[in-house]
């Protein structure tokens, strides 16, 4: 357990006759970003809940930075920082008494507290706001704030439930960027997101979850090699040297009229060098390609394209 962030073994979740998570197995290592995704109602959120201690399972094990779920809670809590869908911040409080707030809360020494949330304020470019309620922030900054305070602690494992929903593209990709340099520095990030482009960018492992079971898992790229619809897209500037590839590549679809061969691939190097060795042995060299792979939206709509059933999230 010493390597992994997160492991769950048979996890089940119930609501009544409702079974919102059905056995489920995950192994997250620790400092990697693990991205779980599914419809609305899939289980996502139940899932943040119980590994933070907030709701118990039913059944099965878990273990979160090496602590084991039911008989190690309080270690958890510890080692654990949440960043929920809603933000936590107090309005009425100024961002720099959210902060030692929250060190209070943590019993921090009364200045390590205030050093603590110097430093935050700094790394998430704050200062400024510092004795500003957050009724005066932006979107974005409330978000920063949010995740200031979920670091206080100094988590070992995060977990961030949808953390960049209602955000404009600009604060979405600071909250990336912070993302990144906290797995960087070693700590567990276990995200949930709308957003499949989102875990496109930033998980290192990537499980889909429907009807309460992992219907799929790994890295994203090995995930939309899954699904098909790659292919190589090669322009050409004459119909000879498009009827001349055309032999040399007799899978491609063939469009006469824009000079275009488009040729289904894995998406794999190996497929694209085979590709490329076939058109040079034909003495034939494209204008332009272009290699088209199906990306996460697809893999999503693939494996879950039905209606979510009930609002359970």
């Known amino acids: 357990m010493t390597n992994s962030g997160i492991t769950v073994s048979g996890l089940r979740k119930s609501y009544g006759d409702q079974v919102v998570l059905d056995g489920l197995d995950l192994d997250v290592p620790a400092g990697a970003i693990f991205s779980l995704l599914g419809p609305n109602g899939a289980g996502k959120t139940t899932m943040v809940h119980i590994l933070a201690t907030l709701i118990p399972p039913d059944g099965g094990t878990a273990a979160v930075a090496g602590h084991d779920l039911a008989t190690e809670p309080a270690k958890v809590r510890a080692a654990i920082g949440l960043t929920g869908q809603f933000s936590a911040v107090d309005s009425l409080l100024t961002g720099e008494e959210n902060l030692l707030l929250m060190a209070d809360l943590l019993h921090l020494p009364r200045r390590a507290g205030r050093d603590r949330a110097r430093e935050l304020l700094e790394r998430f470019e704050l200062t400024g706001a510092a004795k500003r309620t957050p009724a005066t922030y932006s979107g974005g900054m409330k978000r920063r704030l949010d995740l200031a305070m979920t670091l206080v602690g100094n988590p070992r494992v995060i977990f961030l439930d949808e953390p ?110 085979s590709l490329l060795v076939r058109l040079e042995t034909a003495g034939v060299d494209p204008d332009a390609l272009t290699v088209h792979t199906p990306d996460l939206d697809d893999v999503f709509f693939a494996l879950t394209g039905h209606a979510t059933k009930e609002p359970v999230s």
């Open 164 to 273: 960049t929903t209602g955000l404009d593209p600009r604060s979405r990709r600071t909250v990336w960027e912070i993302v990144r340099d906290l797995a960087k520095g070693g700590v567990t990030i276990f995200l949930t997101t709308q957003y499949l482009d989102e875990a496109d960018q930033l998980a290192d492992q990537v499980a889909v979850l429907d009807q309460g079971r992992i219907v799929a898992s790994g890295t994203p790229d090995a995930l939309k090699r899954r699904v098909p619809g790659a292919h190589v897209r090669l322009v050409f500037s004459s119909s000879e040297s498009l009827r001349a590839a055309a032999v040399a590549l007799p899978t491609a679809a063939r469009d006469d009229e824009a000079l275009v061969l488009q040729v289904p691939t894995d998406g794999t190097p190996a497929d694209l060098r």
